[in-house]
């Protein structure tokens, strides 16, 4: 056999270097894929155990291009490159996925609000306000509070503000970016908050995870209980056939994470979109038969996607969020002596306030027990050995 007829294996380009890129790379390597790394740095989470690192400006397109010209298909870690750059790279025949069309519905509010509400998928009332008066028309005329949110940008909390009353309506217009607009929404008064993930393949095969409950604390996740206690099958798989349905009308390509609010009396409206691994979908890592990652990778390299079925009756992710036990690995003894079914993973990543630096995993089928455990790891290694 000659070299150019040598068998070589699938790369995978991933852009971005967080803890997400980190776990595609270990699902990565069980599948024999090969993967490359565009990092911002060389010593961030992903670029710590990915062996072809690159360390670059994902917004510069010479930086970009010659990073792809090495890859089978470019995914990512984050939805942040911009647009422009990926339709280059689709001009020049690069797989890239999600592509840019659908990509552009997670990048940007206002596109998936209004491409969502022409689709008919349930979305909470909003306008775009483009200026504080307009944002004070709104909030009187639906009531406040209201929430306003950057098109671009905001992530964990970051770029969404909850208005009290027309005396906070400036807030937002603070330190807008070029072309960065405002959104306001409706206050919804939701019980809680589901999250519906799915994963689509460019032949059209899709698959859907149980449908999960997360808890935000300061916008950010700290907690997924799978499946969704107290959802009924009607509403589980109503959730599920819109999470497809969305996944498709957008031609989503990977993994699509759709997050929900489900209001008291039982419906549910579309909060946000990621495109890529989510942290809602990390129980699936230990508690699925297929975790997201891997399936993320069978989806971008258009291979059969696996079974998302949970192992365990019940499933809970716990964020490990840095506080003030700094030696982690240490605080491993503890928890591992406690728990022997404990799944931990950490990203790396130096410990501080609010970041997050790790998530544990615990199942069974004692939904109490199961959340016991979890929090009891996650305080633990946060700092706080009295949980």
Known sequence: MSDSDAVR??????????????????????????????????????????????VGDYT????????????????????????????????????????????????????????????????????????????????????????????????????VWKLDGPEQAAEPFARLGEGVQVLAEE?????RELSALVVRSPSGQAVAYPVSESVQRDGVCVETTTPAPGLTEEQATSAQHLALAIAAELEVVGLLAVELMQRRDGSVVVNELAMRPHNTGH????????????????????????DPVARQPWTVMGNVLGGTEEDLPSALLHCFARDRRLRVHLYGKEV???????????????????????????GYLRGDHDA
């Not at 909470?124 to 483009?130: A, L, Y």
């Open 187 to 191: 206050h919804v008064d939701f019980a």
């Open 283 to 306: 129980w699936s890592i230990d508690g699925a038969h297929t975790s997201q990652f891997e399936n993320h990778l069978r989806a971008v390299l258009d291979l059969p996607l696996g």
């Open 9 to 54: 294996p699938f790369v995978v380009g991933i852009i971005g270097g967080g803890q997400l890129a980190r776990m595609m790379h270990q699902a990565a390597i069980g599948l024999g894929v090969r993967t490359r790394l565009l990092a911002e740095g060389c010593d961030v989470s992903a670029a710590q155990v990915v062996a072809d690192v690159t």
């Open 60 to 159: 510069d397109p010479a930086t970009v291009t010659a990073f792809a010209a090495g890859c089978d298909v470019i995914t990512f870690d984050h939805e942040h490159v911009p647009a422009a750059i990926l339709r280059e790279l689709e001009a020049s025949g690069k797989a890239v996925r999600p592509g840019p069309a659908a990509l552009v519905h997670a990048q940007d509010k206002v596109l998936m609000r209004e491409r969502l509400s022409a689709f008919g998928a349930p979305c909470p009332v909003f306008r775009v306000v483009p200026d504080e008066a307009a944002l004070v028309a709104f909030g009187d005329e639906q009531g406040w509070p209201v929430i306003a949110k950057t098109s671009r940008g905001g992530y964990d909390g970051k770029g």
């Open 352 to 378: 501080k306030p609010g970041r997050k630096v790790g998530h544990v995993t615990t199942f069974g089928s004692d939904l109490d027990d199961v959340r016991r455990r979890a929090r009891h790891a996650a």
